[in-house]
């Protein structure tokens, strides 16, 4: 039973571009979510995080929105090609100290030229 | 040390022998992860260590599996009685607190033959 799901495998956006990453969770203690992205043969590199109580974080181009009931979203702006990695959403129940981090299956962002 | 370091890199082994993956954390990281990556998912939560302890071992998938992290740094998976099921990428993950920003290895690419 996947508590947090990237409905995407793929996405492909054109260089330049907006690229929007959707995550859907179903655990209601989840207070805190992180997207990591990942290369082939790394491990995953943190990028950017959001506490329940806020709905906008942003950092340089990366965004993520906490604006609707269970639901992530990470934008990309402008889309480079060094983008180009799989993105993973995970979530966290950190109020109660339930601090394992579960993760979705993720999505693999392409930005084309 | 700069990173979350994981050993070996690659481990190739035989059905039914017994394995260890080792990690070594951020210098001062308390809370420390051990997930399971397989082709196409995203990492898979086994075991999070806060200090020596196992806070919360509910992702080990049977008794083959084990952790330790005896003095609250270095952390060694051990495997029992390797399964062809078992291959898979093994991502340790530290952090300074639960349940927040976690850094990842590079990982431990496990292949029972």
């Known amino acids: 039973d996947q508590q947090v799901k990237q409905n995407s495998p793929s996405l492909s956006v054109q260089e330049g571009r907006i690229s929007i990453l959707n995550c859907d969770y179903t655990n209601s203690m989840f207070d805190y979510f992180l997207w990591y992205k990942k290369y082939p043969a790394e491990g995953p590199t943190f990028l950017i995080s959001i506490s329940s109580i806020k709905d906008k974080n942003e950092d340089g181009r990366f965004t993520v929105l906490n604006k609707s009931a269970k639901h992530l979203s990470l934008h990309i702006v402008p889309s480079q090609p060094g983008d180009s990695a799989v993105y993973f959403c995970a979530a966290s129940d950190e109020k109660w100290r339930d601090d394992k981090i579960i993760f979705g299956k993720g999505t693999r962002l392409h930005i084309l030229p | 040390g700069a990173g979350v370091s994981q050993t070996p890199s690659n481990k190739v082994t035989e059905k039914g022998k017994y394995v260890e993956l080792r990690c070594d954390p951020i210098s001062g990281h308390t809370a420390l992860y051990w997930y399971r990556q397989s082709l196409g998912q995203g990492p898979e939560f086994l075991i999070y260590?806060?200090?020596?302890?196992?806070?919360?071992d509910s992702g080990l998938p049977n008794d083959r599996f084990f952790a330790v992290r005896p003095e609250g740094s270095v952390s060694t998976l051990k495997i029992q009685r390797t399964e062809r099921g078992d291959s898979a990428v093994y991502l340790c993950?530290?952090?300074?607190?639960?349940?927040?920003?976690?850094?990842f290895g590079q990982g431990t690419r496990l292949t029972v033959v």
């Open positions: 260590f806060q200090g020596t302890g196992a806070a919360d």
């Open positions: 993950a530290s952090s300074t607190t639960g349940g927040t920003e976690a850094f």
